[in-house]
Each structure stands twice: as structure tokens, then as C-alpha cells.
T-cell receptor, first 113, second 113 residues
Framework: AQSVTQPDIHITVSEGASLELRCNYSYGATPYLFWYVQSPGQGLQLLLK??????LVQGIKGFEAEFKRSQSSFNLRKPSVHWSDAAEYFC???????????FGTGTRLTVIP | ETGVTQSPTHLIKTRGQQVTLRCSSQ?????VSWYQQALGQGPQFIFQYYREEENGRGNFPPRFSGLQFPNYSSELNVNALELDDSALYLC????????????FGPGTRLLVL
């Protein structure tokens, strides 16, 4: 079945530590890939997206993501986490031929001092 | 440039009632998509409107309906509310359909009792 999987429901990191959030997808053709962040009481904000080309994508707020076709993955990374990064992170795809987003179930990030 | 706005922010209804949620798209955007986000889940696509016509629909029953107006603002109507309709309803606008970035509003939180 077609799906977007975020295996980690909740991750806790210390401020200043590095971060990697995992995302795997299961679609016949490589979909278009996105990462969104949702702070409490807020809508979703786009961090970055991948359509084609360079497999390492830079986004806002110091985030980056790497597309790995062989692993059907699009993991989000940040070298040094700030307390303000605490939020819910969603990986999403737009499959080939579609015009809407399909989201994973999200990973909640907690940042401790 | 104003972002996507939604009203109301919160709403409480009882089972069987009808509800209308409203969304004003970002200036210049002609496409509006609606998503339902249940607690602890990722958003799920309800439908999309492009230039006042429905342009794709997710796996939601016909009691979920919508409208888009000439100014590209949009309404989501839900009839015969059920308890499982309790969720955060997100509206997103974009310049066009397809791979254009979707900008999300803060959402309307609906509680059905």
C-alpha cells in the first residue's frame, strides 16, 4: 500500500545536539517530497521540498534533508537544535499525477536545556 | 501580503448538527485545499478547489462539501456531524494546483459532542 512512514513518534534531544528525523515512503514512482513543521496552535510551515536534482536539500531555519532513492527515504537533519525547534514535524509527499499532499503521522520533537 | 486566515478558531457542535468553516486564501492564490487533522495524526486531504471548481477529493463522504468564491476564499461544510469529525481543519492556499507550495492557515478546531 502507498504510505508515508515516520517511525519515531517522539524524539527528545538536548539543545545544541544534532537531530535526524526519519521518513520513508512507499510509492511506485518517486513522489515529490516535503517536510513541514507545526508548532502548538499553529498551522503547518514548509521547511523544505525535493522535486529533482541535488539529493541534499537546504531549507529554512537551518534544516536540511537528504533524498536516498535506494532506501526510499527523505530524512530531515539539523546540526544543532535550538529550544525553539520544539514542535511536530511532518513528512509529506505528492505522488506522481496527484495534486494534494499525503502526510506521515508526525514526529514530536522535545528539546531539553 | 496577508497569509491564509481561517474562522472560527474553535467551535463546539453536537452530533447531527451542521457546521461551516471559512478560509481566506493568501493574496494572489487561486487554489484552496482542505485537510482534516485528527488528534495525534497527520493531516488528511479532504478536497481541493481551483478557480471555483472542485479539483480532487480524498476519501471523505459526501456530507463533507465545499465552495470557492470568486475572490478565491472558501468554505468547508459538514452535515450530520459525527463524533469522529472532531479534529483540526486546515486550509491551505497555493498559486495553482500541482506542485505549487501550499501555505497553511492556523486551522479551526472542531469538537463534536
Amino acid at each position: 500500500a502507498q504510505s508515508v512512514t515516520q517511525p519515531d513518534i517522539h524524539i527528545t534531544v538536548s539543545e545544541g545536539a544534532s537531530l535526524e528525523l526519519r521518513c520513508n515512503y512507499s510509492y511506485g514512482a518517486t513522489p515529490y517530497l516535503f517536510w513541514y513543521v507545526q508548532s502548538p496552535g499553529q498551522g503547518l510551515q514548509l521547511l523544505l521540498k525535493y522535486f529533482s536534482g541535488d539529493t541534499l536539500v537546504q531549507g529554512i531555519k537551518g534544516f536540511e534533508a537528504e533524498f536516498k532513492r535506494s532506501q526510499s527515504s527523505f530524512n530531515l537533519r539539523k546540526p544543532s537544535v535550538h529550544w525553539s525547534d520544539a514542535a511536530e514535524y511532518f513528512c509529506a509527499v505528492v505522488p506522481t499525477g496527484a495534486n494534494n499532499l499525503f502526510f506521515g503521522t508526525g514526529t514530536r520533537l522535545t528539546v531539553i536545556p | 501580503e496577508t497569509g491564509v486566515t481561517q474562522s472560527p478558531t474553535h467551535l463546539i457542535k453536537t452530533r447531527g448538527q451542521q457546521v461551516t468553516l471559512r478560509c481566506s486564501s493568501q493574496s494572489g492564490h487561486n487554489t484552496v485545499s482542505w485537510y482534516q487533522q485528527a488528534l495525534g495524526q497527520g493531516p488528511q486531504f479532504i478536497f481541493q478547489y481551483y478557480r471555483e471548481e472542485e479539483n480532487g477529493r480524498g476519501n471523505f463522504p459526501p456530507r463533507f462539501s465545499g465552495l470557492q468564491f470568486p475572490n478565491y476564499s472558501s468554505e468547508l461544510n459538514v452535515n450530520a456531524l459525527e463524533l469522529d469529525d472532531s479534529a483540526l481543519y486546515l486550509c491551505a492556499s497555493s498559486l495553482a494546483t500541482g506542485l505549487e507550495t501550499q501555505y497553511f492557515g492556523p486551522g479551526t478546531r472542531l469538537l463534536v459532542l
